[in-house]
Every structure is written in C-alpha cells, then in structure tokens.
C-alpha cells in the first residue's frame, strides 16, 4: 500500500523559504507522477505544481510560479516543494499527492500534510 509522508513545513516569516519533502514508501515511486496542493482555511483544496515520471515540472499555479519549485529524487523516492519569498497568503496545510494510470485506472494517493504559516 502506497504512503506518503510530507515534512518541512512549519513557521516563517514573510519573504522567507521553506523546502517541503514528501517520502513515498510501498510502490514503485518512480513510475508515479508527483504533485503537490494546499489548503487554505476555509478554502477549498488547490493544485500548486507537479512534477512527472521523466522529472519535467508541469506548469505551476499562477500565485506561486516564479517562487515555488518542484523536484524529485528517485533513489531517496522523494518529492520537494523548495519555497522561496513566502506570503503570507501562502499560509495553509501543504499535501502530496502519488497518480498513476495502471490497467485504464487512475489511482492517486495523498499524504496526511504539512501545515505552513507565513507571518507578516
């Protein structure tokens, strides 16, 4: 069974970086494209970027490109948000998500979160 675990988030004050890990244990981490969302409070849940099997980066959410990166490490089975000049609208609970296509079948898969609070 798939598991995610994310890492890294925390508090930080505006202008400044985090670096998000998510860890996936329990399959085949290089045969899965590679994303990440947030939740904000109140909000609903929002695509933020994403990262494919071949380590091409997908085009990133508006409010975060320029700021945010996306990078996989296949033999630490790893996926990184790397952070950078954080607002405080960047405030929210930060999720990783695994998708395959196996058999004509999606199956994704989430981890438990990571919350992230940008101070003014």
């Known amino acids: 069974q798939v598991k995610l675990v994310e890492s890294g988030g925390g508090l930080v004050q505006a202008g400044g970086s985090l670096r998000l890990s998510c860890t996936f244990y329990g399959g085949a981490f290089s045969s899965y494209d590679m994303g990440w969302f947030r939740q904000g409070s109140g909000k609903e849940r929002e695509f933020v970027a994403a990262i494919s099997v071949s380590g091409l980066p997908a085009p990133a959410a508006d409010s975060v490109k320029g700021r945010f990166t996306v990078s996989r490490d296949n033999a630490k089975n790893t996926v990184y948000l790397q952070m950078n000049s954080l607002r405080p609208e960047d405030t929210a609970v930060y999720y990783c998500?695994?998708?395959?296509?196996?058999?004509?079948?999606?199956?994704?898969?989430w981890g438990q979160g990571t919350q992230v609070t940008v101070s003014s």
């Open positions: 998500n695994a998708f395959i296509v196996a058999g004509s079948y999606p199956y994704d898969y």
